[in-house]
C-alpha cells in the first residue's frame, strides 16, 4: 500500500521547504511542546518529578536550556502558541550569531572517571 498523492513524504520537495528549515520547525515544535510541559508541571501543578523528568528531556535531546528558560520566563501565556513562537524565533534570531559552547550534558563527567590532578600542579 502506498501512502496518498497529497502525504508530506511523497511532495515534500515541491513545498519549496528546505530540510533544514523543516528541521528547524521540527525543533520549534518539539521546544514549544516542551516549554507548555514545563509550564503545566512546575508552575499549574508543581509537580517536582515531572519537572526533573521533562528537564532530563530536555538534556537528552540538547536543546539549549536557556531557550526554555527564555520561554518559561517571557512573560507570556503558554497556551498562545503563536505568540510563544514568535519570542522563540527572536530568542533563535538574537543568538544566532553566538558561538556553541562547545560541551553538552552528555559529555560531562559526571563522577565517572575523574582524574587526579599531576604532582606538577599541585601547590606542595
Given amino acids: 500500500m502506498t501512502a496518498p498523492s497529497s502525504s508530506c513524504t511523497h511532495q515534500g520537495w515541491r513545498s519549496g521547504i528546505t530540510s533544514a528549515a523543516f528541521t528547524a520547525r521540527k525543533q520549534q515544535a518539539l521546544v514549544l511542546l516542551l516549554t507548555q510541559q514545563l509550564m503545566d508541571a512546575q508552575f499549574v501543578r508543581a509537580d517536582a518529578k515531572s519537572t526533573d523528568r521533562l528537564w532530563r528531556e530536555v538534556a537528552a535531546l540538547e536543546i539549549d536550556p536557556d531557550r526554555i528558560l527564555h520561554l518559561l520566563y517571557c512573560g507570556l501565556d503558554g497556551s498562545d502558541r503563536q505568540s510563544v513562537a514568535e519570542q522563540d524565533d527572536a530568542w533563535i534570531q538574537a ?29 606542595a
Avoid: E
Avoid at 103 to 114: A, E, F, I
Fill in 95 to 123: 543568538h544566532a550569531a553566538l558561538q556553541p559552547r562547545g560541551w553538552s550534558l552528555r559529555h560531562l563527567h559526571l563522577g565517572h572517571g575523574l582524574r587526579r590532578p599531576q604532582a606538577a600542579l599541585n601547590p
